[in-house]
């Protein structure tokens, strides 16, 4: 592929509703946009990055000077035979998935768009349409029960709770008197410590499908002793940063699940080979989400047509979240079913007056 040009956007996207978690609130979503055009050909790609590094390292602002000043430039110089050949090409500068993502991305969706091809036959996904779950941010026990209720309704397959030490044992216990069925999760987001077993120990009481990140954002040891003491699997999020992570975490017996967000693990390819990995060890997968609009959900949705995601993802309905997408296409679930949207690429158009509107900053790489 001949790249013309890659043009990064940074966007400002007001949530319906703040969404908390055990590290921050947030009430905007400050999302990085790619787009890559090649012979008359856009493709559109989404950075994960927050502006301060509460989730993983990267910040936008140091995404953005890459894009611009790395990865951006290398393409447009080079440009590329084949999208799975660019995390291998980058490498050369070390870390930073989630910049490298948002233009790998981009990248993807175009060269899906010039072979006329959904983007998940590329991946070899068959599914056209995926089981999802929903997360729910914090609230009071109250509410948080009555969300529950409302999700289980609307037929979502699984729901996510996040807790944090203080707000775990009551919330569980209020969730299963009413609901001691469902397929039911919590996310720590790495807010505990392992001198918190007995504490630990009471959460694995409630029979929930797995707990994800309950130890440090970076840790595999810890982890590994953790799961060796809970009935419950453990699944994690932030600590898999790569294919080689994911590895030594399976080796070391640290989690049983793997949540996957493309942007953490550093582009598409990165996912196909943790995903090879997964298959070969029978371990479980389930695409995490990120509150992405429109452009990195779609991302997403195909991504979770691979069959070694067998469990439902977080990639619920952008209406959750937004109140306007910036894409033309409604991202819904139907009684807790996505379906893909079809056609070349990533299956969506771009919502340009909307864009514009919550465009903050646009630069391109020529
Ligand atoms: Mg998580």
């Known amino acids: 592929m001949k790249i013309d040009e890659v043009e990064v956007r940074l966007v400002r996207l007001p949530y319906r509703s703040p969404f908390k978690t055990s590290f921050a609130e947030e009430t905007e979503k400050h999302a990085t946009i790619v787009t890559v055009r090649s012979e008359g050909v856009e493709g559109y790609g989404e950075g994960v990055m927050d502006p301060f590094p509460n989730y993983r390292e990267e910040t936008i602002a140091g995404a953005h000077h890459l894009l611009l000043h790395a990865f951006g430039p290398d393409l447009v110089a080079n440009g590329c035979e084949h999208p799975s050949e660019l995390t291998a090409r980058w490498a050369r500068w070390r870390g930073n998935p989630m910049a490298k993502t948002a233009l790998e991305l981009a990248v993807w969706d175009c060269y899906a768009r010039q072979q006329g091809v959904p983007l998940r036959t590329l991946l070899g996904g068959e599914l056209t349409e995926i089981p999802v779950g929903a997360s729910l941010g914090m609230n009071t026990v109250e509410k948080t029960v009555e969300s529950v209720s409302q999700h289980v309704e609307q037929g979502y397959k699984r729901v996510k709770l996040k807790i944090e030490p203080g707000w775990d044992v009551e919330l569980l216990a209020a969730v299963r008197a009413v609901h001691p069925h469902i397929e039911l999760t919590v996310d720590a987001n790495s807010a505990y410590t392992l001198d918190m077993l007995p504490l630990l120990r009471q959460i694995d009481e409630f029979g929930l499908h797995y707990i994800e990140q309950p130890l440090h954002w970076d840790d595999l040891t810890e982890h590994a002793v953790l799961a060796k003491e809970l009935r419950t699997e453990i699944c994690l999020d932030e600590t898999l940063t790569s294919p080689a992570r994911v590895k030594a975490a399976l080796d070391l017996g640290a989690c049983t699940v793997v949540n996957v967000k493309v942007g953490r693990v550093g582009g598409l390819q990165s996912v196909r080979e ?6 070969a060890r029978n371990v479980p997968m389930w695409c995490g989400g990120m509150l992405e609009t429109g452009i990195g959900r779609a991302h997403n949705i195909h991504l979770a047509t691979m069959p070694g995601f067998v469990f439902p993802g977080d990639t619920a309905s952008a209406s959750r979240t937004y109140a306007r997408d910036l894409v033309e296409q409604q991202l819904e679930t139907t009684d807790g079913i996505m379906p893909v949207p079809e056609g070349p690429g990533i299956g969506v158009t771009l919502d340009r007056p ?12 020529r």
């Open 274 to 279: 943790i995903h090879d990995l997964c298959v």
């Open 354 to 365: 909307f864009l514009e509107q919550v465009t903050e900053s646009r630069e391109v790489v």
